[in-house]
């Protein structure tokens, strides 16, 4: 049962944490988007 629920709880994290990494990346492109100029040096970054 905790084993179980431990790993419930690393699900949650992941998942949150893609949902930042997500919020994150939409931030930056719509940096980008306003200013095209740092489009290229933002493209290497992913």
């Given at each position: 049962?905790?084993?179980?629920?431990?790993?419930?709880?690393?699900?949650?994290?992941?998942?949150?944490?893609?949902?930042?990494?997500?919020?994150?990346?939409i931030?930056?492109?719509?940096?980008?988007?306003?200013?095209?100029?740092?489009?290229?040096?933002?493209?290497?970054?992913?």
């Open positions: 049962m905790k084993q179980n629920d431990s790993e419930t709880l690393n699900r949650i994290g992941l998942t949150y944490r893609k949902q930042l990494e997500y919020q994150l990346a931030n930056y492109f719509q940096v980008a988007l306003e200013t095209t100029q740092d489009l290229p040096s933002i493209a290497v970054i992913y």
